[in-house]
C-alpha cells in the first residue's frame, strides 16, 4: 500500500508538522513516498525524509512552487498520487496543509478526514479517530471511497529519528500559468522570531498582567526559552497586545510541547485554544483559577514575584 505524504517547509526546512505525517504513514505502511515542493529545500533535508520512514522523496522543484499555492500544489499531488498510484494522502493538517486537503479531495474523488489523532483502523473497513468540537470530543469516522485523505493533528504522532535516508527524485509537475492566477506577492511575519501556530513553547500571558507595560517580563522569558508569546481574548481587545496574538476558540490555536499561562483564569474559550498542549504550566495567584484543572503543573503566587524568578533560574541553568 502506498501512502504519499506531502511535506511543507519553511525558509528550505522541512516543518516538523510534515516529519509528523511521514511518521504517522511509516506506521500504516512500508512504502511511502515524500512530496516536496519549490526549488528552497535543501537536499540533505529531503534525504533526511528517510531517518523519520519516507522510502522515497519526490521533489518538484519548480521555482514557482515556492510560495504555498494552493491550487498549484493541489495540483501537483493530486498528479503525484496518479503517477505513484498512492490511494492514502497523509499531510499535516496545518494552514496550508487543510485548505490543500480540501482540493485534492475534489480533483481525486477522495474520502477526506481531517484532525486525525490516531493510527487507523483497518480491521473491518478504514475508520480513523479525530478530534472533533475544539479538542473536547473524539469522532470515529469510516472512510468508504478507494482513495483517502488524511489530514493528522499536530503532536496525534511521535516523531522517532532512524538512520536511514531516501532517494530523491525530481517530480514533473508540468503546471500551466493558470495554476499561479493568485499569486503571494509579499509575506510579512505576524510575530517576532517564533511564529505562534508553530512554537515549540508558548508563554502567555492573561490580565493578571494588569497592563501592557507589564509584559516585559513576558517577553524576557519568552527569549530565555526560545518561545512565542501569546494572550488571552481580553488582553488583545483592549489592544495591550496584538490580535494576532490571541490564542483560544476565536483565536489562534496552539499545540507546543509546553504552553506556560501566566496570570490567565483559564476560561473555557481560552483552553478551547491550548488544550492540546503537551504540557501546560500555570501560573496564577488565585488557587481557585479553573486553569490549574487543566494543569500538568501550576504555581500558585504572584506573577510579577514568580516570572522573574524562574526568567533568572532559567538563564542560570
Ligand atoms: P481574567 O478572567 O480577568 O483572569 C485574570 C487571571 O489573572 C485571574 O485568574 C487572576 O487570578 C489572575 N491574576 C491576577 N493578578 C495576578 C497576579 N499578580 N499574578 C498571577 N495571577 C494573577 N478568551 C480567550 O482567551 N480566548 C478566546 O478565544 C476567547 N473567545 C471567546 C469567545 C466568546 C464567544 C466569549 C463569550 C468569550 C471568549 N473569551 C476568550 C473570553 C473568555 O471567556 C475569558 O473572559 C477570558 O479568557 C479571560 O481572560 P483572562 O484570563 O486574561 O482574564
Known amino acids: ?68 499555492i494552493i491550487q498549484a500544489y493541489a495540483t501537483v499531488i493530486s498528479k503525484a498520487m496518479e503517477s505513484t498510484g498512492a490511494d492514502i494522502l497523509v499531510l499535516a493538517n496545518s494552514s496550508l496543509g487543510a485548505p ?17 489523532v490516531d493510527l487507523p483502523d483497518t480491521s473491518a473497513g478504514f475508520k480513523v479517530k479525530r478530534s472533533i468540537y475544539t479538542g473536547k470530543a473524539f469522532a470515529n469516522v469510516e472512510l468508504t471511497k478507494d482513495k483517502k485523505i488524511l489530514a493528522i493533528k499536530k503532536n496525534a504522532a511521535e516523531v522517532k529519528e532512524a538512520d ?80 494576532h496574538e490571541h490564542v483560544g476558540q476565536t483565536g489562534v490555536k496552539v499545540s507546543p510541547q509546553l504552553y506556560i499561562a501566566i496570570g490567565i483564569s483559564g476560561a473555557i474559550q481560552h483552553l478551547a485554544g491550548v488544550n492540546s498542549s503537551k504540557n501546560i504550566v500555570v501560573i496564577n495567584k488565585d488557587p481557585e483559577a479553573p486553569f490549574f484543572k487543566a494543569a500538568d503543573y501550576g504555581i500558585v503566587g504572584d506573577a510579577f514575584e514568580v516570572v522573574p524568578k524562574l526568567t533568572e533560574a532559567i538563564r542560570a541553568a
Open 1 to 68: 500500500m502506498s501512502i504519499l505524504v506531502f511535506v511543507e517547509n519553511a525558509d528550505g526546512q522541512v516543518k516538523k508538522t510534515s516529519l509528523e505525517a511521514v511518521a504517522y504513514a511509516a506506521a500504516i505502511s512500508e512504502d511511502v513516498i515524500a512530496l516536496a515542493m519549490g526549488n528552497n529545500i535543501d537536499q540533505s533535508e529531503l534525504e533526511g525524509l528517510g531517518k523519520y520512514g519516507a522510502t522515497k522523496v519526490l521533489h518538484a522543484d519548480d521555482e514557482k512552487l515556492n510560495q504555498g
Open 100 to 116: 490543500v486537503s480540501a482540493r485534492v479531495a475534489i480533483k481525486t474523488d477522495a474520502s477526506l478526514v481531517s484532525n486525525v
Open 164 to 243: 536511514g535516508s531516501a532517494a530523491v527524485e525530481k517530480f514533473a509537475a508540468d503546471l500551466a500559468d493558470s495554476e499561479f492566477d493568485a499569486k503571494i506577492t509579499n509575506t510579512d511575519k505576524a510575530t517576532g522570531e517564533v511564529l505562534l501556530p508553530e512554537a515549540e513553547i508558548v508563554v502567555s500571558g492573561g490580565r493578571g498582567l494588569k497592563g501592557p507595560e507589564n509584559w516585559g517580563m513576558i517577553e524576557e522569558l519568552a527569549k530565555e526559552l526560545g518561545a512565542a508569546t501569546g494572550c488571552s481574548k481580553p488582553v488583545s481587545d483592549m489592544e495591550w497586545r496584538p490580535h
